[in-house]
């Protein structure tokens, strides 16, 4: 008879169903989960999921190289910060917020990746919802402040629609991220809005650096997507959270996740020829030809998580870098 571990939070450790009704499939275990944060502290942090953040940092970056072009080098450090708060805060928000919707839907009991807050029970749910909901606080607080300075009111209706996006990811009665939709939403919106929208809050204008810039930041956004969804195609099959990646299968999925890369390093390749020291950020390719190779060859969560974390950190250093060759 196995012995009773205690949780950090003092409870008794649980094996936990599926709260949508879903089961393992017959004669399978759930898989068992990798040891999580021994304090609540780290159990927030883990939560925010740092390594993403550079989803917010690079559309933000290439944005500003591209409205520093746009305005003469003529822009606003205040309006700069505050789109960086803008894209953080929402980007933390949307991970605490996909804490809480998949861990009450029940979507994390049988995760193989880092135990989330909600599912593994550290923390209560109502507390996840709470803290989600201050984040993305934090964000229209920052947004409207750049709609005060700005004078650009419409800009209102973009924020909300982004926070929206952020919640029904997993949120609400029908998530479009169960639906393979999510690649949709980080694309537009961590793409294209964030970057387009630094340029255009920067220089009230969106010149050709700022669109296709921000088609590189959505690319790579989609790959770090795409890793981490190929690492949860089993567990996603069992709850029905029908991802890109459950749809397609693993070994077209592994194909698109390279795509995405390709895409973005095609548009370095063009802005290389007008930008020479664009040429600079070619050596990222030092970070994603190994996580290539190890897309195509893992076989365990762990090595999954390897290739997450070196796509963004190559979305890092690719947005600051082309952006900065915009602005020098």
């Known amino acids: 008879m196995s012995k009773t571990k205690k949780r950090p ?22 898989a068992a989960r990798p040891a999580g944060p021994r304090s609540a502290a780290g159990a927030w942090i883990a939560g925010a999921r740092i ?8 559309p933000v970056a290439i944005g500003t190289g591209a409205g520093m072009v746009a305005s003469d080098f003529d822009i606003s450090k205040t309006l700069v910060a505050l789109c960086l708060l803008v894209a953080i805060f929402l980007q933390i928000g949307v991970n605490y917020a996909n804490d809480y919707s998949d861990g009450v839907r029940g979507t994390d009991d049988v995760r193989v ?3 989330r807050l909600t599912g593994s029970g550290l923390v209560p749910a109502k507390r996840v919802l709470v803290v989600a909901l201050v984040f993305f606080g934090l964000a229209a607080a920052s947004g409207l402040a750049i709609v005060i300075i700005t004078g650009h009111w419409w ?3 973009v924020g909300a629609a982004a926070i929206a996006a952020g919640w ?5 009665k029908h998530p479009y991220g169960y639906y393979g939709l999510g690649e949709i939403f980080v694309f537009a919106f961590f793409g294209i809005v964030a970057t387009a929208g630094t340029t255009f809050i920067l220089a009230g204008d969106v010149n050709f650096e700022g669109w296709l810039g921000g088609v590189a930041a ?5 790959a770090v997507l795409m890793a981490n969804n190929i690492r949860d195609i089993d567990q996603d099959r069992l709850v029905k959270k029908r991802t890109l990646a459950v749809l397609i299968g693993r070994t077209a999925s592994r194909i698109l996740y390279v795509f995405w890369l390709l895409v973005a390093y095609v548009v370095l390749a063009f802005f290389a020829l007008i930008y020479p020291k664009a040429w600079l950020v070619f050596f990222t390719l030092l970070l994603t030809v190994p ?3 190890i897309m195509f060859t893992a076989r365990t969560p762990k090595e999954y998580v390897t290739v997450l974390k070196l796509t963004s950190f190559f979305g890092l250093l690719y947005g600051v870098g082309l952006g900065l060759s915009f602005a020098y």
């Open 9 to 30: 939070s003092g409870h008794p450790a649980r094996t936990a169903a599926p709260r949508n009704g879903a089961r393992p499939a017959p004669g399978r275990a759930p």
């Open 51 to 58: 390594r993403t953040l550079t989803l917010g940092v690079a």
């Open 113 to 115: 990746g880092p135990p």
């Open 155 to 157: 800009l209102l209706a």
């Open 168 to 172: 029904f990811y997993t949120g609400g």
């Open 218 to 222: 959505g690319a790579i956004a989609c």
């Open 291 to 293: 996580a290539t190779i």
